[in-house]
DNA sequence: CCAAAATATCTCGACGTCGAGATAAACTGC
DNA sequence: GCAGTTTATCTCGACGTCGAGATATTTTGG
């Protein structure tokens, strides 16, 4: 019973731990979201809005109030799609690329430190059963 | 590493159940924790919105809205505080009253429910795992 | 080829949240 | 008593999200 309130707390709290690492940067789970994923995509570091919002898992009117906001601090570039007319490609700037990077490295660390909380055995036995349970809500991944 | 993401994934899809039981009765999360605290203060069914915003932890522009809301749809009433005509008093109305006992009943089955998918033992485990590392960011109870 | 269906993205209004700042009333220490 | 501080609540603007509904373009089936 009381489980479930501790599980959402205990989410709530790491999430406002990568909050903080974001914000240091000035980006919100939002923004880094959106960066990192480009980022991850590999050179050129460019997607189109449609795969960034399955990548996201947001609805588009949300990836296009991002990506406005992105696009206005200079971080990406909507640039047309050269291959159809109805879309466009989403590129990290030369600014956004180096912010990612730096924000990306915090973010790692942040994560070990986070993780470092836990004893080993404690964490095994915790990674096993939050993938037991999360495969009830997720059937398979492949 | 993989971690911290089941952990967030799996707290998002318990909350997206939850959210379900809400909307059948035309409640949200919020909404639901303002009649929920109501309700748990017992009789009279009413506390001061400084209590509320204790209780919930929300801000206090936050808790306005939500009241405004609750009280528009009839579900809570706020009358004036005799003792202090700075602040009010909010109380369940007898609808908001009757709604948050249907609600309760459906929330509560929906609990178990969500917990009867976890075998006991992995269960154990796991409430000790979230108790420890929560006892990082939450030092102390009573 | 073209009409109909599908797709890519944007627009817009509603909601929920925060946080800073207003307002009014109640306390506090002389 | 009263000036200064604290407290209770509300207001307001900014942000982030969703979802329904544009709009433009592409794809599909005959």
């Not at 660390?109 to 055995?121: E, G, S, T, Y």
């Amino acid at each position: 019973m009381a489980m479930l309130g501790r599980l959402k707390r205990l989410a709530d709290h790491l999430s406002e731990q990568h909050a903080q690492v974001y914000k240091a940067h000035d980006l919100t789970q939002a923004s880094f979201d959106v960066l990192a994923t480009l980022r991850r995509s590999g050179p050129p570091y460019s997607l189109n809005p449609s795969a960034l919002i399955a990548w996201t898992m947001v609805t588009s009117g949300t990836m296009t109030n991002r990506l406005d906001r992105l696009e206005a601090d200079g971080l990406i570039e909507r640039r047309p799609d050269p291959v159809d007319r109805r879309g466009s490609v989403v590129a990290l700037t030369e600014k956004g690329f180096d912010l990612i990077e730096r924000v990306v490295t915090d973010h790692v660390a942040n994560q070990h430190r986070m993780l470092a909380d836990l004893p080993p055995d404690v964490r095994e036995g915790l990674e096993d059963a939050l993938r037991l349970w999360l495969s009830k809500f997720e059937p398979e991944q492949s």
